[in-house]
């Protein structure tokens, strides 16, 4: 199985943190990101967010770049976490005026979306959360989102369109907790509001700062049908780092990769990287490297008996054997 890679335009410029304001590298514009992206073996599209990546004004302009470099437009995200109006939270906020903002921000990623035929739109409750205890009533902020989502998914179906929207499940940052912050949380939700085109993006990394075992999460969305979209990178489970998958634990690589061709996901990788102070393209050139070499030995495992050794659920160091070979022979 060749897996389709699909890259996050926001890891392509000058990066910033809260120790360094003025970042670590050079800016670089929209155009001129997707012009890299294009240039990068295997990877065939593109994520980016309405209105700070794409808006009205140069729409045309990524259109031209896209057909000329062959990409899609995989993801298109409404960017409502960015303006100090949603400090507090956007499509769950207590102020009504800022939800509806919010919502409006979401429809406009959807118009956009449209144009390009976008399959996916990730919501991420960024900022809709609490850094104190009792700060937020999590029971009216639930019914405030569940309002909003349905909302945004009534306006996707009056007008017809494909796109599917996904909730990314993250526990912490940028607020101390952010609402449904686990995997399975975020799917209790998605079954709530029970649409075919309301589902999930699995972030591996914001799994893993979850402390969730990520072979676990992709098996239990997957097992519901929700799986619409994924989040590559890697972290030490300590922080959101975004380096490229694979670099933390590679078998750990392996093993969501496992899992997503024994179940037959279709969909897209997308890669979430955040190289504050190294090249985007090499973090972006590694992480296909890394992928491509974790599917080979994918392919291997399931030349050699992966398959049955698993569904025996007895013997560990036989699988840990079968991997490790496996990385050797695809090396």
Same mark, same amino acid.
């Given at each position: ?28 514009? !929209? ?55 949603? +400090? ?11 939800? @509806? ?26 900022? *809709? ?30 007008? +017809? ?7 990314? $499940? ?33 972030? !591996?990394?914001?799994?893993?700062? @979850? ?12 097992? @519901? ?18 380096? $490229? ?8 690589? !392996? ?26 393209? *090499? ?28 569904? +025996? ?16 022979? @695809?090396?």
């Amino acid at each position: 199985m060749k897996n389709k890679i699909c890259m996050g335009i926001w890891g392509m410029t000058n990066l910033r943190d809260r120790f360094n304001v003025n970042g670590f590298g050079e800016e670089m514009s !929209v155009i001129d990101r997707i012009k890299a992206i294009g240039k990068t073996e295997d990877v065939d599209g593109i994520e980016l967010h309405v209105p700070t990546e794409i808006d009205d004004k140069n729409a045309h302009e990524i259109e031209k770049v896209l057909q000329d470099y062959k990409l899609q437009m995989v993801q298109l995200c409404g960017h409502t976490w960015t303006e100090k109006r949603y +400090k507090f939270g956007a499509l769950g906020d207590t102020d009504p005026k800022v939800r @509806a903002a919010a919502v409006e921000r979401v429809k406009w990623a959807l118009d956009m979306g449209a144009r390009f035929n976008v399959p996916i739109s990730v919501l991420w409750p960024a900022t *809709d959360g609490n850094d104190f205890p009792l700060q937020t009533d999590y029971v009216a902020l639930y019914n405030r989102y569940v309002d909003s989502v349905r909302q945004i998914l009534d306006y996707l179906h009056k007008n +017809k369109y494909k796109t599917k929207v996904c909730i990314e $499940p993250k526990p912490f940052e940028p607020r101390s907790w952010i609402m449904m912050g686990t995997t399975a949380a975020a799917l209790s939700i998605v079954q709530e509001v029970n649409d075919p085109n309301f589902g999930m993006n699995i972030d !591996v990394g914001h799994s893993l700062i @979850a402390k969730e075992n990520v072979e676990d999460m992709f098996s239990l969305v997957l097992r @519901a049908k929700k799986l619409f979209h994924t989040h590559f990178d890697d972290n030490d489970q300590q922080a959101d780092c975004d380096i $490229p998958p694979g670099c933390a634990n590679f078998i750990r690589l !392996v093993s969501i990769l496992y899992v997503l061709d024994q179940e037959g996901f279709d969909g897209w990788f997308g890669l979430d990287l955040f190289p504050y102070r190294d090249d985007p393209i *090499d973090y972006m050139k590694l992480s296909v490297e890394n992928l491509r070499l974790g599917q080979a030995v994918v392919d291997l495992m399931n030349k050699k008996g992966a398959k049955k050794l698993r569904a +025996k659920g007895t013997d560990g160091p036989a699988m840990s054997r079968l991997i490790r070979d496996c990385i050797r022979e @695809a090396s």
